[in-house]
């Protein structure tokens, strides 16, 4: 069975990399550029996710299909 994500280590992560020294740095630069880090990082989670469901999916298929 397919688990969730768990959003409590989504929001750990974020905050996670959001209090990096190195992520501070360049928030200050140009905050900009740190938001789209952080978007494209949400981004990288939900396409994994969606690729797991469906893999999860086409598994399912063919199971059923040899029954």
Request: hydrophobic fraction near 45%.
């Amino acid at each position: 069975m397919l688990s969730p994500i768990n959003e409590k280590v989504v929001m750990e992560t974020l905050e996670k990399i959001l209090s990096e020294e190195h992520f501070k740095e360049l928030e200050d630069l140009d905050p900009m550029l740190a938001m789209a880090v952080i978007s494209l990082i949400e981004d990288g989670i939900r396409i994994y996710h969606r690729k797991l469901t469906l893999l999860h999916l086409e598994e399912m298929d063919d199971y059923y299909s040899e029954l």
